[in-house]
Nanobody, 115 residues
Framework: QVQLVESGGGLVQPGGSLRLSCVSSGRIFGIYTMGWFRQAPGHQREYVGRITPGVDTDYADSVKGRFTISREKGKNTVYLQMDSLKPEDTAVYYC?????????WGQGTQVTVSS
């Protein structure tokens, strides 16, 4: 079974940057759309953005212009580059894909934006 593993989270000051990675155990990124989501304490999980097999991207309004999703060709890795981070970006970030009728989620990585 395909597994997704996120990494790259941490503590960063407002205005700083982080790059998250999502590594798949299988070659799926050229086949399936990959999404990034986040969940802050006391809030529902929310959509951040996605990248299609054709490398088209889409972003939530709250991160548009600050976050960039990319895929490294030849590697089973999708990235979420986060710039100009704000305290309200603090959350656990997850990558997700859907294979058939099944949603696959990673375990999440914590991002904390604080001075």
């Amino acid at each position: 079974q395909v597994q997704l593993v996120e990494s790259g989270g941490g503590l960063v000051q407002p205005g700083g940057s982080l790059r998250l990675s999502c590594v798949s155990s299988g070659r799926i990124f050229g086949i399936y759309t990959m999404g990034w989501f986040r969940q802050a304490p006391g809030h529902q999980r929310e959509y951040v953005g996605r990248i299609t097999p054709g490398v088209d991207t889409d972003y939530a309004d709250s991160v548009k212009g600050r976050f960039t999703i990319s895929r490294e060709k030849g590697k089973n890795t999708v990235y979420l580059q986060m710039d100009s981070l704000k305290p309200e970006d603090t959350a656990v970030y997850y990558c997700k894909t859907t294979i058939g009728s099944k949603d696959l989620w990673g375990q999440g990585t914590q991002v904390t934006v604080s001075s």
